[in-house]
């Protein structure tokens, strides 16, 4: 009898321990759902208060402290009071691109923000680092920041390091190019590299077998034997896109003599200016502090918090990018290394 009670009692516990298992399961579950459904988020930092406040933190250390303390009582009261919202506005937006242009996801969201508030006596500078990647992806890149334009809302793209290729296909839409003196513009080209292991499989006695429905459904392949008629098509399909690369720029910027430069190569800062690819040789951080005497400036942010599973995902996805981009990073620095 004993034995049974026992035995019954390891049961109920077991039970009790599944149960509380499980719902302890539902509980995390629930939670996830609630954090996703305010997973997407957008931050605004006002830069004014910002380049305030370092101005303090330096003066605190520089001035004598009687005078210093005149100056943050004097800087306290100012907070505290009042004062009208500048009448000039910039909104501040950065765009770190990669080969598949992944923060357009972010971009749009930002973009979208900022036309529920902004008027015509407004600014949108556009902080952009991008070596170009996928043309259809950096061309919907280039579509939100043209969202601006069409608004007739002034825009600004700065470019400190490097706006290439679709990067430079994004810069082309403003109304003005801002670039540091050796920051890496141009590249207006297409790029396509394909290898084949035909022989590789062949040699291996491996068949590879395609079937397509549309004489150009498919032209080069990767494992399949090429033609010189499949060359000859993707060929064109290149040439075709780079001409509409082209015409997308010469649109944007009509001063430019786009031929002259579409050549697929790059140029810095200074030669760039000379070729108009740009229109001054300033870095973001000296046109905002600019700005900033005159001028509201809000930096906008859109920011999504990734489920366990998303994060893991995109730590992969970001692994290979990142290896892909390092790559990139050597084509346009590593050959011409100071």
């Known amino acids: 009898m004993i034995d049974v009670l026992m035995q019954y009692a390891l049961f109920l516990a077991q039970v009790v321990t599944l149960v509380a298992g499980i719902g302890v399961i539902i509980v995390m579950i629930a939670t996830a759902v609630r954090r996703s459904k305010d997973e997407d988020r957008l931050e605004i930092n006002n830069l004014n208060a910002r380049y305030k406040q370092m101005e303090l933190s330096l ?31 910039l ?10 242009a992944s923060a357009v996801s972010s971009l749009r969201e930002e973009i979208s923000a900022i036309l529920t508030v902004a008027t015509a006596g407004d600014e949108v500078l556009v902080r952009l680092e991008n070596a170009g990647g996928l043309v259809h992806d950096h061309g919907l890149a280039a579509s939100q920041l ?53 022989r590789m499989l062949d040699s291996h006695g491996v068949d590879f077998e395609q079937f397509k429905a549309g004489e150009y459904k498919r032209t080069v392949t990767l494992f ?14 290149i040439s075709d896109t780079h001409a509409l690369f082209k015409e997308f720029v010469a649109q944007q910027r009509p001063s ?23 229109d001054e040789l300033k870095t973001s951080d000296d046109y905002l502090l600019e700005r900033s005497a005159d001028t509201g400036i ?23 990018l990142a290896a892909m981009e390092s790559v990139r990073q050597h084509v346009y620095e590593g050959r011409y290394a100071a």
């Open 146 to 198: 043209a969202r601006v334009r069409d608004k007739g809302i002034r825009l600004t793209v700065a470019v400190d390091k490097i706006a290439a290729s679709g990067g430079y296909l994004m810069a082309c839409i403003a109304d003005r190019i801002l670039a540091a003196p050796f920051a890496v513009l141009g590249s207006i080209g297409v790029l396509a590299q394909i290898p084949n292991f035909n």
């Open 256 to 278: 430019l003599d786009v031929d002259k430069v579409a050549t697929g190569e790059h140029w810095y800062g200074k030669r760039a200016l000379d070729l108009a690819l740009c």
């Open 298 to 320: 809000y930096e906008v942010k859109y920011t999504t918090r990734k489920p366990l599973t998303r994060k893991l995902t995109a730590a992969i996805n970001s692994g290979c």
């Open 91 to 100: 909104f501040l937006v950065n765009f770190r691109g990669d080969i598949r």
């Open 224 to 237: 399949g034997k090429n033609t010189d008629a499949d060359r000859e098509k993707f060929s064109q399909e």
């Open 59 to 89: 003066k605190h250390e520089l001035l004598d402290k009687k005078l210093f303390r005149g100056e943050a009582k004097a800087a306290r009261k100012a907070a505290r009071k009042k004062t009208p919202a500048p009448d000039k506005r």
